[in-house]
């Protein structure tokens, strides 16, 4: 009977620290989540600012309008309209060049969190850094051929994208 005893408790005992573990993943996704939510929030609140620009009026002073030009303000433009690395802010160069010092292994996000000044043990940081990374894939600065890990892109080649065909010949 005792044996019995002492394996159910040992049972629970499992039990308890599976639970916990569990407890402690549902922790870190509710912050991921918090913070997801706090991103999109911003965003949706820096779209209803861009929109009410539009709609107001603008002043114009001999003629010229003193309002800014609206259109869609990107802090990392697309790399095919940047001259180079310069286009993008300092936080965006710094990870430029971390992912160049990273070269075939890759930037992880934990690293970039790093390079950023930011805390890497902080789950909501590590995903903003995470976030910047990617936007640098969607702008094309970056590449993500692994997951999680962010390279530089490989050199495009002259004689790519015609079509097989060289020259103008006949």
């Not at 292994?105 to 902080?122: H, Q, T």
Request: glycine fraction near 12%.
């Amino acid at each position: 009977m005792r044996a019995v005893l002492e394996a159910r408790q040992k049972d629970a005992a499992v039990r308890v620290e599976e639970l916990g573990a569990e407890l402690e993943r549902v922790r870190v996704a509710l912050v991921d989540a918090e913070e997801v939510l706090r991103r999109r929030v911003i965003g949706l609140e820096q779209y209803l600012e861009a929109l009410a620009e539009t709609d107001a009026p603008a002043e114009v002073i001999g003629g010229v309008s003193q309002r800014k030009a609206v259109g869609p303000r990107r802090a990392v433009p697309h790399r095919q309209n940047a001259v180079g690395a310069e286009a993008l802010s300092q936080d965006y160069q710094a990870l430029m060049a971390a992912a160049v010092e990273a070269a075939g292994d890759g930037l992880g996000a934990r690293r970039a969190a790093v390079v950023l000044g930011w805390d890497s043990a902080s789950a909501s940081r590590v995903e903003g850094a995470r976030a910047r990374l990617k936007r640098l894939v969607e702008r094309g600065w970056l590449v993500e051929e692994k997951p999680g890990r962010f390279t530089l892109p490989a050199p495009k080649h002259d004689g790519d994208g015609a079509g097989g065909r060289r020259g103008g010949g006949s």
